[in-house]
């Protein structure tokens, strides 16, 4: 899908459909031309109007933030998708950021395009192929092109790096193993000249300690993988910033067997390493200037002979003593493992973890919001307050002293759940949070992206299945960062 930004009026351009934003209802703009149609159809500027024999389509938006132009671009490609539309053309509508703006153009339209056909019998085309952006400004500003085209493939990269992820999440379980994501990140840093690549395998976790990956594993037919991907900028780094994804490739609960219905989505569950490997993929293609790590912990939670089992006591690589009382919760096992690697061997600025980890999340904020973790206030409002126009939904949800009462054991260090029901969410970044070294505690993140990385209904420009969650969010975070530095700030 291409764009171009044509320095000419929006009625000195041909293409095959028009698209029009009516903004807070304007039904009385210069880019309004069917008013008639309006009265005949009862449109009152709120949701579509498509009208097939004219070639135009209107969109209702609130404003003209980004995510409301995301969403009103979504709306109009569902509209005109069946049609035999090639080329659509629209005005621009800028905020207060131009390239941000333009940005969200180019996510609302590729995001919007993505489809997991791969086992369809019967493929269809994406018709559309080119959007024709008229520099004829809502707001009557003028364009700045560099910020404009800059903002274009900003977010061509961005919503690329999430479809990216998307197909990761979406590829079923018998496909996608561990040794599947391995083989992914191979190829990933065979694409970039600035990406590197290491895989540990089984023996390696084991010379770590890392008993508590592997307990998860034992089950498996499939056996685990420790993947590090390190991205380096081409000048010096302004900080070291770790990312570290649960990579369930499948959970069945092991022997805290899921209920079927539960079990149906769980190739989801690897969610959080490929939100790592597209975050890491935008950032060869964006040139960020931080030095970028991915530590995704590979593996299945299955059921057998060999299995970990409820009682059990795991010593972790930190020395942590974990007693399980659930085998399902062993995502929070896995990262136990991994955080605790990453800081010790990648002494990081920033540590970022992400994983699909807890049902009380999305019990709590709903299916389209992230839960925000960490001990730093000051850090998550930063985080929460760089990625707002990301589009994604976050909600902090701060640490209780008298949950951590919640996870204590009789017979161990910690619980791998809790001994109530209620705060779970926050109850699993506790437990998290055991295997942070004080050193860290306040350059650390957990997300929880349960509720938004996988729906099965479509909403606005996600379809059903994977979103992608995390990888916007964190790349505007990274980019206005960088910005930052770049003007003196941090």
């Known amino acids: 899908m291409n764009f171009t930004i044509i320095e ?4 000195e351009i041909n293409a095959d459909y028009e698209l029009i934003f009516v903004v807070n209802k304007d039904l009385n703009h210069k880019f309004i031309k069917d008013s008639k149609e309006f009265e005949f159809y009862n449109f009152k500027g709120e949701g579509v109007l498509n009208l097939p024999s004219l070639r135009r389509v209107y969109v209702g938006i609130k404003n003209t933030e980004p995510e409301s132009i995301r969403q009103g671009v979504a709306k109009a490609f569902n509209a005109i998708k069946e049609l035999k539309v090639k080329t659509i053309k629209m005005a621009s509508y800028v905020d207060s950021c131009y390239k941000m703006s333009y940005e969200a153009i180019a996510e609302g339209f590729v995001l919007s395009a ?29 364009i700045k092109l560099y910020e404009a085209n800059l903002g274009l493939n900003h977010g061509k990269i961005i919503a690329n790096a999430t479809n990216f992820a998307k197909d990761i999440v979406n590829e079923i379980p018998e496909i996608y193993t561990p040794i599947k994501m391995e083989e992914d990140a191979k190829k990933l840093a065979l694409e970039y000249v600035n990406l590197e690549c290491k895989i540990h395998d089984e023996n390696y976790l084991k010379a770590q300690n890392m008993n508590a990956f592997l307990a998860v594993n034992r089950a498996s037919a499939h056996p685990p993988r420790l993947i590090h991907l390190k991205y380096t900028p081409k000048n010096e780094s302004l900080k070291k910033i770790v990312f570290v994804g649960k990579g369930l490739t499948y959970d069945s609960g092991g022997l805290s067997l899921k209920p079927s219905d539960y079990m149906l989505t769980m190739k989801s569950d690897k969610s959080g390493a490929a939100a790592a490997m597209g975050i890491i993929k935008a950032a060869c293609e964006l040139e960020l200037p931080f030095e970028i790590h991915a530590v995704l912990g590979a593996t299945e939670n299955m059921i057998g002979g060999d299995a970990y089992k409820p009682d059990d006591v795991l010593i972790t690589r930190s020395g942590v003593s974990v007693e399980v009382r659930n085998t399902d919760a062993e995502g929070r096992l896995v990262l136990a493992d991994c955080l605790d690697w990453a800081q010790s061997e990648l002494n990081p600025d920033l540590l970022i973890d992400m994983a699909t980890l807890t049902g009380a999340c999305v019990v709590g904020l709903g299916e389209y919001t992230t839960g925000v973790m960490g001990n730093s206030y000051e850090l998550q409002s930063e985080f929460k307050n760089f990625t707002k126009r990301s589009g994604e939904n976050l909600t902090i949800l701060e640490f209780n002293d008298h949950l951590r009462e919640l996870v204590k054991s009789n017979i161990a260090d910690i619980s791998n759940t809790a001994s109530s029901r209620y705060g779970g969410a926050i109850t699993a970044g506790i437990f998290l949070d055991k295997f942070i070294k004080d050193e860290y505690k306040d350059k650390w993140l957990h997300l929880d992206i349960a509720g938004p990385a996988y729906t099965e209904k479509a909403w606005g420009y996600n379809q059903i299945g994977a979103t992608g969650a995390g990888v916007r969010a964190n790349l505007y975070y990274l980019n206005k960062l960088a910005r930052n530095y770049e003007k003196g700030n941090k």
């Open 8 to 11: 000419k009026s929006l009625n």
């Open 114 to 142: 993505y489809k997991f056909d791969r086992y369809k019998s019967e493929k269809k085309s994406l018709n559309l192929a080119e959007i024709l952006i008229s520099t004829d400004e809502f707001g009557g500003k003028e």
